[in-house]
């Protein structure tokens, strides 16, 4: 379990909070995404116990359920500090699994990450987990023995250093071909939210060569990229496709989910991801907004947090409007409407379809551009450009006059630099229009 991986197999849940009755379905599900097999749970309403987390006599009792079922793991809801950690695996059977949810959490990342940056983002997260645990144990040992345990925090600060450098490569050269596409008239969107809100699904929904219909049985073949599932991570890597909103060519990315109660430091491991959505012209901010109103607003709050300084704007997106009355989306969009950095809040079903032309307008809308009035000669040259203006932006209102062509064409502003200065010295007119 070095590494981060967690082994699957049946597990006891822990949970406790101070002020109410824990609600283990989170829990639960993150335990599923990591291949275990609830058999058990206990939860306890106290304050936390600096021995376990949860009372001793709670955890006395899980110890013995654990050695009665004969389980391979307890998952515990919360943090586990390394003490807490060593005081558990006193109590419970030898050999038994102990995945605090950060463990559980890197655990899912760690068998799920395909690509090599999601992989190297896993790596940096779960050394940047360990390396306060080892600093800790390192420190007490070093009261009795001298210097090995210390050339260990040595080696992992060195490979913390070397996995920044890389995933800055991987940041730079991500930066730098999203240049490029821009330059041939791609407008990058990028999808974000919490894990499950839906993401995947619109981008089935929005992709030209993605349909939500080929998500149903039997199309596990399609593109394992951008699957959907109703399991928590599923989509572990940014996953990119073309798609058309209103004539402009646009490429849409998928990302990786966010989780509640994972220190912003694990979060930020996931910097490749988080700059596909700063840096995208436009970012889509998904959330389940069947789930209740102030998880809703609070994860959105969350989300914007991680997204310190974004280049486009910023359209929230109510996702699972399907499964939600007048009334209960009415509430959501209150709960939203004075959420900073937000430019629009869209209630849509990315399963059913609801919605989904209104934001396709909306994100049209909200894509840098500028419009052309251009007047040409009737001539194969002519036909050349337009050929070269379909490819990289809208044409409208084309129209044929005898010896002239006319048209409207909209595109990114530095490609409406380009036709600007191909029109005028193919010797027609142009003038700026709205
Ligand atoms: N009812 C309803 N269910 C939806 C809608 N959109 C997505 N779902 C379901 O929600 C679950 C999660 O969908 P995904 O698209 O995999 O969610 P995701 O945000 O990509 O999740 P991760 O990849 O795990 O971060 C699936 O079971 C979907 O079928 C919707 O508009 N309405
Ligand atoms: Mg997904």
Known sequence: MQSGQTRGGTAVVAARRTDEAPDTTEIRRLADAAEYEVVAERTQRRAEDAGYGVGRGKAAAI????????????????ALTPGQYGNWAELLPPGTDLLDRYRLVLGIFAEGAADRAAQLQVELATLRYRLPRLRQVTEESLLNQATEKGSVVLDVEARIDRLHTELRAVSDRDARRREERREQGFDPVAIAGYTNAGKSTLLHRLADDLSVADL?????????????????FETLETTTRRATVDGRRVLLTDTVGLVDAL?????????????????????????????PVGE?????????????????????????????????LAARRAAVADLDRVDDVLAVSAVEGTGIETLRERIHDALPGESLAVELPNSGETESFLAWAHDHGTVADLEYAGETVTFAFEARPGVVERARAQVEESGGTVRDSD
Do not use: I, Q
Not at 297 to 319: K, Q
């Open 216 to 232: 149903g049985a039997g199309h596990a073949d399609l593109d394992e990229t951008a699957a959907v599932e109703d399991r928590l």
């Open 63 to 78: 110890a013995d359920l654990v050695a009665d079922r004969d389980a391979d793991a307890v998952v515990y809801d919360g």
């Open 263 to 291: 220190p912003h430091d694990l979060v930020a491991s996931f910097s490749a991801t988080l700059d596909a959505v700063a840096d995208a012209d436009v970012g889509l901010l998904v959330v389940d907004a069947s789930d």
């Open 296 to 328: 809703v607003a609070e994860r959105l709050r969350v989300s914007l947090a991680e997204l310190e300084d974004p280049r486009g704007d910023l359209l929230v997106v109510l996702n699972k409007r399907d499964l939600l009355d007048d009334e209960a």
